[in-house]
């Protein structure tokens, strides 16, 4: 494995594109191909069916990226750029992985990786395959579309024999071998088209994208671009740098949409063209090109220059696109449009999506390009979206853009929650698990959830209407439908692969729509088991862990006892958790389903001792208690425990309260603790140590908490509360400790806020003197979870410390299990799973969670399919293979792989498909290049594979690869050969 690719001879590439149409309406991974409607839009004396593409970078590289953007409803196409270091020289340049874009775009890459020799015979081959695809599969006009060459980066080089020569040969390619041998090929494929075939135009482009590197003078940008419109006569476009806004404008924009950690600083500014100097030179090249009688425009934008500082990828600079460079971008266009009263062409990439492309055409901005969004799960199939959503708007001539639609646009996109950056960091979306050769699909949702909810299969449910099993299924490993579909931290939604596309499955609030409709369904039909003799359970503290625990031996038929001092279940959900979080009402329905199994509870009093209650029979005793203690704030002053303050506060009638209130702490119930206080009449703070980004409470309980206005005081450490008063101390942040987070450093100075109480809100603890009492001993957090009393175990809070519900749950079910002893078993009804059809139907749809009518339809079913890796890979190298019995499996061919590394950043697994899946391998170079597990075809039955080993293996006889893998092989070989044909 190396960052070498080579290209595909045009025969072999055609033989995929026409074999796979043929067999399965689709070509190079894209599964719903776009049908152009009739409409046009004029530009450089041609006509483009949309106005969108690929930018010029990773996905215009490759003949069968062209072709796969194309299948979506591309139509217009800027190459990937050309300059005279090519080939090896630029590809041991660009450091590996040299692309991330799981949320913001980063890369590294800048030019064609191929010689530009092999660039343009990959264009025109692209360019030959369309003309002839569009006409033979009916999917636009031949003519329908247009390609852009993009050059760089000075004058000695653009003038320089090499890339003069593609310039030449791509405007005329009639006498290169090229274009002749795709004719060839194309008449025999095609033998009915060939009058068509013969009349293929060799004008493969007459236009060109400037681009140019930081820091080139004015006058050499303008060198450049007389020389291509007047002595190359060719459409020229210009493409600017974001760095034309100024230091200023650019920090203080991506500072107050969150991106305050992106690192640049201002040489590039300083040294890249100004705006005084670039509006009299625009005005010059547009008077130029209107003399010569060509067209003229401004490509917005280029990429960012920023530092590498978080390890995002080798090297010290990468280069910034997509959600972040938006703002920037249409900044520019805005600044533009203004200077020239709308009269100045743009051409816009630089974090167009879905989301905005129907806004930028609609103010006159096209072509639009697209990078980030594409390399995204969903990939190319993303852009058929666009293009429908473009599909009632008007098409006409560009007549001018329009100043105001682009300012409103550039003021509503900084607070836009499509550009934004989230609060808090993304979570990991990995998990731990290696990725299998074979039936590599899995549901991450259902990996982060801590009781391995079957997540897409009750949200199916769900989306048919049938809530009853919906809830059923759920209520097989969760014993709290409401309260965990009301209050659940839900992990899950974290790990959601629509995070990829928009925002995550509401998968909580579907849990609580399946609980309230399905509700009169399931206790209906739950009738309680018979007894099981020989065991019996006694449960310390009805919280929702001893609930849960209670529900499922109660469901087993263990006899199980509840002991809890206060006069009804709930613990610290019903009793300190505000009722406008959760209702009584919720608790109770969980209360009532966990009673139908029969379970004995005994509340208003203190639970007798362990040793009593051997001696009363209880063959198993579980402690789930939760983390009443109040954790130790060091402080002088008026300082009271969370826990305690808010029970008090729910218990009175009519709550009130006046002064200021300070939270010290930043989780959950932090954020509780000071919404109750603001809602009660006082002035809410929220004082931490470090920043918001740090903050241990999730995002969505911290936005809650911002919502109702609560104020926080972030990098200060409380030191005393008196006179009304509360002394903080300014912290500074310093290394990341062993939770990942930057520690917070004192710095010696201090201020004062309002402050007439405050509330601790750190480390709550469970109550050490009943583990005590009953001679358990107490790790760090609490004891262990098979204690050091036999027969004894603790679980939630009591074994955790503060635990969330749903660990709760996870720690009851492990106790049941044991005393039951064995696994909880059940069937998921078949109406549960969707086909692979219709979940590779939903690739590509971005649709947030307000214009959905049920979740269901915005779950992308990844316990069917997944394909991430092959959506999300420019040049089409992790290929799908589908295998005789329905499955789906995974193929890397090496020789179409740079190792750029995008697809490791959306695998769910721990691992890297473009080292870790099994390989195809082209040369025996390559293979031993390479230390990827895989295959090379020798020709006939013969193979050679890499294994534990490297092995020869002869197909035609007995031999010891694993049965599944041989018919992977023999698949690949048998439905798949032009792969390496």
Known sequence: MSERMYPIPFRSLM????????????????????RADGKTLPIFGEKIETPFGP?????????????????????????KTVQKMDGHDLAVCVPRPCILADDEGYNQEWSTELTVPQALNEYIKAWCALKVLSKVYGLGDPDGFVFNMSVGYDLEGIKGEKVDTYIESMKDASGTEQFRECLAVLTELFPEEKDFIAGISPRVSHSITLSTLHGCPPDEIERIATYLITEKKVHTFVKCNPTILGYKTARSVLDGMGYDYIVFDEHHFNEDLQWEDAVPMFERLQALADKTGVEFGLKLSNTFPVDTTRGELPGNEMYMSGRSLFPLTIEMCNRISHQFKGKMRISFAGGAEYFNCDKLFDAGIWPITVATTILKPGGYNRLKQM???LADMPFRAFS?????????????????????????????????????????????????????QDIPEYIELCRKGLYGPALKLITEKNALPFITGTICAHRCQGKCSRNFYDESV??????LIAAEKGYDALMASIHAPAKRSGKKVAIIGGGPTGMAAAYFLGRAGVETTIFERENSLGGIVRHVIPAFRISDEAIDKDVALMRKYNVDVRLGAPAPSVDELKKQGYTHILLAVGAWKPGKLDIEGNVVGVIGWMKDMKRQVKPSLTGSVVVVGAGNTAMDAARVAKRMGAKATIVYRRTKKYMPADEHELKLAIDDGVEFVELAAPVKQAN???????????????????????????????????????????????????GIEMGRKGPAFKTNVEGVYAAGDCHRGPATVVE?????????????????????PEQAYVTKAEAIAK??????????????????????????????????????????????????????????????????????PCHDKFTLFQTEEDFADSNNHGVLFLGGDRIRVRLAEVQDVDLSKPNDLPEELECFILTVRDKYAYLYN
């Open 387 to 389: 293009c429908d959503k």
């Open 724 to 774: 009304g008063k509360l002394t903080l101390e300014k912290m500074v942040l310093g290394e990341p400790d062993a939770s990942g987070r930057r520690s917070p450093v004192g710095t010696g100075e201090y201020f004062d806020i309002p402050c007439d109480l405050v509330v601790s809100a750190v480390g709550e603890k469970v109550d050490s003197d009943l583990m005590a009492a009953n």
């Open 843 to 912: 690739k590509g749809i971005l649709k947030m969670a307000k214009d959905a009518c049920c979740e269901g339809s915005r779950c992308l079913d990844c316990n069917t399919v997944c394909e991430n890796c092959a959506d999300s890979c420019p040049n089409r190298a992790n290929v799908v293979i589908k295998m005789a019995d329905g499955s789906h499996q995974i193929l890397h061919v090496d020789k179409m792989c740079n190792e750029c590394g995008n697809c490791t950043h959306f695998c769910p697994y721990a691992s890297e």
């Open 15 to 34: 033989n995929w594109a026409v074999t796979e149409y043929a067999r399965e309406g689709e070509m190079f991974g894209v599964h719903s191909v776009y």
């Open 400 to 452: 001018g853009t329009d100043s105001a639609a682009l300012e409103a646009m550039s003021v509503e996109c900084r607070t836009n929650v499509h550009h934004v950056k989230p609060i808090k960091p993304l979570p990991a979306r990995k998990s731990e698990q290696p990725v299998p050769w074979l039936d590599c699909f899995t549901a991450p949702c259902k990996g982060g959830c801590p009781i391995g």
């Open 55 to 79: 930018a010029a970078g990773p996905n215009s590289q490759l003949a069968q990226n062209i072709i796969a953007a194309y299948l979506a409803g591309a139509r217009f196409f800027e190459v």
């Open 808 to 828: 709760g749950i996870a720690d009851a079910a492990a106790f049941a299990e044991i005393v039951i002893g064995e696994k909880h078993t059940y069937e998921i």
């Open 506 to 511: 509401q998968i909580r609030d579907t849990k």
